[in-house]
């Protein structure tokens, strides 16, 4: 197997600031700033004249599918830091008409299927949550951050040793960021 020389490029939209300091890469835009850190000694990140660069002087099968990540990573940072990263959430209550209230950076889910303590969850820094009704989002320039903070609030009301089939109350994601999951 011959390893080759692999440069990818990609354009830096007008009004999104990228700095790369080493492995570090920030963006800045009109929604916020998000920073990553992507280490590989063999991979090189430079922005310069308007373009995103990612460059391997010798590239494996291994090094070409890590700069295809990055590339992915840096993608979505700057769509993040552009437009946003919003996930919707749903609350389902058959059994028990349980209440969800946002008080400062803490979720609470109160009877939850008739428990008498309320499932609390403290919300992650840089993740915004809004609680309208039935109706959760989470928005976030960085998308593995509101990701990650829906998919907390999902678990927040997981079933455990009951039939799914019956008992399917919870708080359940329904659109994720670029993507529509159920109408």
């Given at each position: 197997m011959t390893a080759e020389k692999l440069e990818v490029q990609q354009k830096i939209p007008v009004g999104i600031t990228i700095t790369v300091n080493g492995y570090s890469v920030t963006a800045k835009g009109p929604q916020g700033e998000v920073t990553k850190v992507l280490p590989h000694k063999m991979?090189?990140?430079?922005?310069?004249?308007?373009?995103?660069?990612?460059?391997?002087?010798?590239?494996?099968?291994?090094?070409?599918?890590?700069?295809?990540?990055?590339?992915?990573?840096?993608?979505?940072?700057?769509?993040?830091?552009?437009?946003?990263h919003r996930y919707k959430l749903k609350v389902c209550s058959g059994h028990f008409p349980m209440s969800v209230s946002l008080s400062g950076d803490t979720l609470s889910v109160k009877n939850f299927l008739g428990e008498k303590i309320p499932r609390t969850l403290r919300i992650k820094k840089g993740a915004q949550v809004k609680v309208e009704g039935?109706?959760?989002?989470?928005?976030?320039?960085?998308k593995e951050l509101a990701g990650q903070v829906a998919a907390d609030i999902e678990q927040l009301t997981r079933v455990t040793n009951r039939d799914?089939?019956?008992?399917?109350?919870?708080?359940?994601?329904?659109n994720k960021s670029g993507k529509i999951l159920s109408s």
């Open positions: 991979i090189k990140i430079a922005a310069a004249d308007g373009m995103l660069t990612l460059f391997c002087a010798s590239a494996t099968k291994r090094e070409v599918k890590m700069v295809y990540t990055f590339n992915a990573h840096l993608k979505n940072m700057i769509a993040g830091v552009q437009n946003g039935n109706d959760i989002s989470v928005e976030s320039p960085d799914n089939r019956i008992f399917q109350d919870g708080i359940y994601i329904t």
